[in-house]
Structures are given as C-alpha cells and as structure tokens.
C-alpha cells in the first residue's frame, strides 16, 4: 500500500538514535536542549521548549497563557482533534470558526464576525488556535491585527509547517503569535517517533512550559518560594505533568531537522507533478496563497459535483488500487465528543461541504515517481468521463 505520508528515515538518523543508547543519558541529556536550539534558530524563535507530542505543545501552550474554566477557546473545525481538545483540558469552552473556501484555514473575516458578536455578548475568547491546514499558513497579519484589537492570545497549531513561512517569515518566528506548537509524529514533514515543541519569543512563557512538562517542579532559587537549603532541594510551585522529550526522540529529530529544507522542496516537487497531471480532471486542486509558502503536509483535491463518480467510490477505488489515501479532516464539532457538548451537524458548513469532497492523496519526500504515476493514473482511469 502506498501510504498517503510515512518518514523517511536515513542510516544517518538510525546511527544518532543508537549513538543516544549507547551514552550515559536516555533523558534529560544534552540531546533536547540541543534539539530546542536547532529548532529555535531554524524558524527564527527565541525559544523552543521540547515536549512528548503536539498534544501535549498545545495543552502546556493553554496552561501557559492561562487558560482556565470560565475562558474561551477558538480553533478551525478543519483540524485534528487535539487543536479543540486543549482547550477542554483546562476546563474551557471551545467554539469553531468557520473555513475560507479556497485555502481550508480558519477565515479571518469569519472570526472577525464572530469576534463582534462575541464582544457585545461579553463572551471574547482568551485563546485563538489557526491550525496552518497542509501545512499553508494561516493569515498572520490578519489574526494578529484582530488578536490586537479584541485582546486574545494566539497559538499556532503548526503541526503540519514546520519548514513553511508567511510573508516570508518561518512558521514558528511568532511574529504575530504567542507561541506555536511542531508535531513530529512520523506522518508529519520531520518526526521524533512521537514528539512536539513549543516555540515563543517570550522567555516568561517558555519557563512556565518547561516546569510543567516536568511536574511543576524547579530547581531555579529565582522560582523557589522557599528557596536555601540543600542542594537537593526542588519545589513544586504548580501542577504539571510528564511530557518530557528522550534522548532518542530529540536525536531523531535533530538529525531529521538537518533534512527539513530537502524535504520541503521534494514535496513541492511532488506537488507540482501532481498539480500537472491532475489540471484536466473534475478536481479541486490545492490553491497556493501566494503570500504563503507551504511545507505541504498534505495534497488535498476535492472532488468535483460533477465528476462522473462520488467522494466515497472514488476512495474506496483508490484504496483497492493499493492507494492508502486519507480524509482530512472530520470536522472536529462533528464529533460525537463534540455533538455531546451541543454542536450540530450545520454549525459550520464550510468545514462540512469541503470534508464532504476531500481526499488527501499519498505525498511524503521519499515517494517514487513511479508511485506517484500510479495514483495519478487510477485517478484518471477513474475520473475520466
Ligand atoms: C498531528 C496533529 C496534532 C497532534 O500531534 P501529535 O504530535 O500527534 O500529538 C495536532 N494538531 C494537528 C493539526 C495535527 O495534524
């Protein structure tokens, strides 16, 4: 089966990982601290702070700036799950806004709009999260300007871009954020095995984070409420978890970070064939902002009304072709977690008519040519009239 996203992994990043276990640290070695640096000084952060997963980015990245029962929490309803989920951690109310159309990320008018409406209720989010979708980054200057006027907090759920910019800025400078969160899960453009990071400029929210992941202990007299004693001495001054990164997930991912730029270009080139060979078909193509330059995590086509075949035939064809296509994503509000919580099929049809007709196609920077001839040849086959 061709997958539709896998790692690709070199004797490279399996000598680092194997290097890690034949040192004396498989934690809390010199590996994470040099992994957050490379990361940092790639996209442009002051700080970076290492965690087990996005999940666990994007959780730290609420309780950092606050979040609690009582506040609000906006996301795009095109996402995985954990973009939401955050938010309910801490107890908050979650509410969606909305896609544009044409680049499948929260719309900035839409939350404009909604932000209006929020504000003669009372009821203004504290954290907005723009998810960059396939990688595309959001509108920036536009959230940032809105986050401005109506005082929340930003996090970019940058999952899918790292190795992308807007405006010419990386995914993760924070320019117009507070923090951003990496995924490194294998699927995504470089992978740790399981892993994320948090990015921020601002060194405050970088110490916060880095306490928590590791139970909400320090060892930093500056923090301590009773600081003195012995030098064993640590304090916990808040409730934090185990989210800490190992030595072999931050060796990984430091020697896959050597390969970023490679494996955004070979995407790109990927996505170009496909963007000429799929032009004649009843297909949406994926639309490039052109302000915005993508990792491409995802090639996204939606399929046309009038294509001589469904969403679900064509997927289904593919997939007996040895096509391991994917959809991407269920609307999160669709979800039975979230139908529980009072969201309705409805609530944001933008999300749902595109989920309707979307089907992500195989693209990871290893993939053959002649793989990709394949499915660009069962699409044909299937969708010619
Ligand atoms: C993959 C992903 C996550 C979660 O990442 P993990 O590292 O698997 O926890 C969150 N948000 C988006 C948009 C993702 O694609």
């Known amino acids: 089966m061709i997958p539709y996203g896998r790692q690709s992994v070199s004797e490279k990043d399996i000598q680092a990982v194997v ?34 997963s996005a999940t666990s980015a994007l959780h730290l990245a609420c309780l950092v700036l606050g979040l609690g029962a009582g506040d609000a929490l906006w996301t795009s309803p095109n996402s995985f799950v954990a973009s939401s989920n955050c938010g309910l951690y801490c107890g908050a109310r979650v509410d969606f806004v909305d896609i544009d159309p044409r680049t499948y990320n929260m719309c900035p008018r839409d939350l404009r709009r909604k932000l209006e409406t929020a504000r003669s209720a009372g009821r203004l989010p504290k954290i907005v999260v723009p998810v960059h979708f396939s990688g595309q980054s959001c509108d920036m200057d536009a959230i940032g300007e809105l986050a401005r006027e ?7 759920d940058a999952s899918h871009a790292i190795g992308g910019s807007w405006r010419g800025s990386p995914v993760g400078s924070c320019a117009h954020s507070d923090i951003a ?59 934090g978890f185990n989210y800490r990164m ?46 915005s330059y993508s990792a491409l995590h995802l090639y996204v086509v939606q399929i046309e009304d009038h294509a001589p075949i469904g969403r679900m035939e064509l997927f289904e064809r593919l997939r007996e072709e040895g096509i391991g296509v994917n959809v991407h994503y269920i609307p999160i509000h669709t979800q039975p977690y979230y139908s529980a919580l009072g969201f309705e099929v409805g609530d944001f049809p933008l999300a749902e008519r595109y989920y309707s007709r979307a089907i992500s196609l195989p693209l990871y920077a290893d993939m053959s040519e002649a793989d990709q001839d394949h499915v660009i040849s069962v699409l044909i086959e299937a969708l010619r009239r």
């Open 181 to 239: 969160v990496f995924s490194f899960h294998p699927v995504k453009i470089i992978t740790s095995g399981e892993g994320g990071m948090i990015v921020t400029n601002d060194a405050a929210l970088a110490s916060r984070a880095i306490e928590l992941r590791s139970h909400g202990v320090t060892r930093d007299p500056d923090r301590m409420v009773r600081p003195g004693g012995g030098a064993w001495r640590y304090e916990q001054i808040g409730l």
């Open 150 to 156: 109506f005082g929340f907090r930003v996090i970019e």
């Open 246 to 291: 190992t030595e072999m997930q931050a060796a990984l991912g430091l020697s896959q970070l050597e390969e970023l730029v490679r494996f955004v270009v070979a995407r790109h080139a990927l996505a170009a064939r496909y963007d000429v060979a799929l032009s004649g078909l009843p297909l949406v193509l994926p639309w490039r902002h052109p302000d």
């Open 19 to 52: 290097d890690v276990l034949r040192s004396d640290f498989l934690t809390q070695g010199p590996r994470v601290p040099a992994f957050e640096r490379a990361v940092a000084a790639h996209v442009g952060a002051k700080h970076a702070v290492a965690v087990n």
